[in-house]
């Protein structure tokens, strides 16, 4: 969250190593210079202050940063006087305009979804820099929820200049898995049955008995005593079993290595309309990193309908190296992890033994384990009569 007057009056960031932080603190208190330290040693401070800054600080090391802000960024288009009075007349338009859409927001509705919900309301004809007098709130709600397939309900408040927008998703029930014919239940793996639970079909194995592979576990077939007949088996069986999971770390890897200097893209948003002001990188972003960073205004607490985003474009280059030793082992272990993680996801597991070693086509663990899984497999078959 930046503030307006650095927005506005433009600022510097001043960064101090950390083992300097404590001492820049101290100095910049007594000269009557209270500021807030970020978690990388930085501080922000307005344009003009910067002079005064720099004699606090002395002699401890820092670096300032070139002017930021919409000051900065008007510094650089001292030649593009159309553009900024076509700006300025279109922020005083629309700021001191009450009937206008400030911002939208939502309540209630999962994070995941919220971009597409945004989406669905400008669609129907609510969005920031819209007219409060053109907005009928009713027939956006009708054409958004038979439009949406996030939403169940909607609901559509506005205060002040803000549309406030309360959500309620819809809710996923899977349909229940249609059973035609019949079928028997057999085992997927080999191993040690724990527990059976029959829901249809008859039990052939009990708690304790090896079994086979594709060995059929409950019978779809009703015995004559019990009314005789054929059925679609189904149930669960848990059984213990062992597997080995192995993962290969090649001997090469390829890293980037950042190139020195950075190019920038700063463009400004007014009610929902982007506005590029400077656009430096162009548009291949190839064999570059692009870190994009949106700063919101605030005024007296509340959120402006003003924005600019900041595009930071890194140019790097592949080198390709051999890994250590421990890179290799550190590595060959976070890829188990994650394949025991996948591996689990709806099993136990009882015990895991790794071992790893170096092996011609690069570093090499493995993992023993034993878990409890359901083994029962649907297998279907055909009834025939003569």
């Given at each position: 969250?930046?503030?307006?007057?650095?927005?506005?009056?433009?600022?510097?960031?001043?960064?101090?190593?950390?083992?300097?932080?404590?001492?820049?603190?101290?100095?910049?208190?007594?000269?009557?210079?209270?500021?807030?330290?970020?978690?990388?040693?930085?501080?922000?401070?307005?344009?003009?202050?910067?002079?005064?800054?720099?004699?606090?600080?002395?002699?401890i090391p820092y670096t300032v940063s070139p002017i930021r802000g919409l000051f900065g960024a008007l510094a650089s288009l001292r030649k593009r006087y159309g553009v900024l009075l076509a700006m300025l007349a279109f922020v005083i338009m629309l700021v001191f305009?009450?009937?206008?859409?400030?911002?939208?927001?939502?309540?209630?509705?999962?994070?995941?979804?919220?971009?597409?919900?945004?989406?669905?309301?400008?669609?129907?004809?609510?969005?920031?820099?819209?007219?409060?007098?053109?907005?009928?709130?009713?027939?956006?709600?009708?054409?958004?929820?038979?439009?949406?397939?996030?939403?169940?309900?909607?609901s559509i408040n506005r205060r002040g200049t803000v549309a406030y927008v309360t959500v309620v998703p819809k809710e996923a029930y899977p349909e229940p898995p249609t059973r035609e014919g019949y079928a028997n239940v057999v085992a997927s793996f080999d191993g040690v049955v724990e527990e059976i639970t029959v829901r249809s079909g008859i039990a052939l194995v009990k708690p304790g008995e090896t079994v086979r592979a594709g060995q059929v576990l409950i019978l779809g077939v009703i015995p004559t005593e019990q009314g005789g007949g054929y059925c679609y088996a189904e149930g669960r069986i848990i059984a213990r079993r062992t597997d080995r999971i192995t993962v290969n770390i090649p001997p090469l890897t390829e890293e980037r290595v950042y190139e020195e200097g950075e190019r920038k893209d700063f463009s400004i948003n007014f009610f929902g309309n982007d506005i590029n002001i400077l656009k430096i990188y162009g548009n291949s972003a190839e064999g570059c990193d692009i870190i994009e960073k949106k700063h919101t205004l605030t005024l007296f607490g509340r959120t402006l309908p003003i924005s600019y985003t900041v595009k930071t474009l890194r140019p790097y280059k592949t080198?390709?190296?051999?890994?250590?030793?421990?890179?290799?082992?550190?590595?060959?272990?976070?890829?188990?992890?994650?394949?025991?993680?996948?591996?689990?996801?709806?099993?136990?597991?009882?015990?895991?033994?790794?071992?790893?070693?170096?092996?011609?086509?690069?570093?090499?663990?493995?993992?023993?384990?034993?878990?409890?899984?359901?083994?029962?497999?649907?297998?279907?078959f055909e009834f025939i009569t003569e």
């Open positions: 969250m930046i503030r307006l007057d650095h927005f506005v009056l433009g600022y510097v960031v001043f960064h101090i190593d950390g083992e300097y932080v404590r001492c820049a603190a101290e100095r910049l208190l007594r000269g009557g210079k209270g500021v807030r330290f970020a978690s990388d040693g930085s501080f922000r401070a307005l344009a003009w202050e910067r002079e005064r800054v720099c004699a606090l600080l002395g002699d305009s009450s009937d206008t859409v400030w911002d939208v927001r939502l309540e209630g509705c999962p994070e995941g979804d919220a971009e597409a919900v945004l989406a669905d309301l400008g669609a129907a004809g609510l969005s920031v820099g819209r007219r409060w007098s053109k907005i009928e709130r009713s027939e956006v709600e009708v054409q958004l929820l038979s439009s949406s397939e996030e939403v169940a309900w909607i080198e390709t190296r051999e890994l250590s030793a421990d890179e290799a082992t550190r590595l060959a272990a976070e890829a188990l992890q994650d394949a025991l993680r996948e591996r689990l996801a709806e099993c136990e597991l009882v015990s895991v033994h790794t071992e790893g070693g170096f092996a011609e086509d690069g570093y090499r663990m493995t993992a023993d384990i034993v878990l409890c899984e359901n083994i029962a497999q649907e297998r279907k």
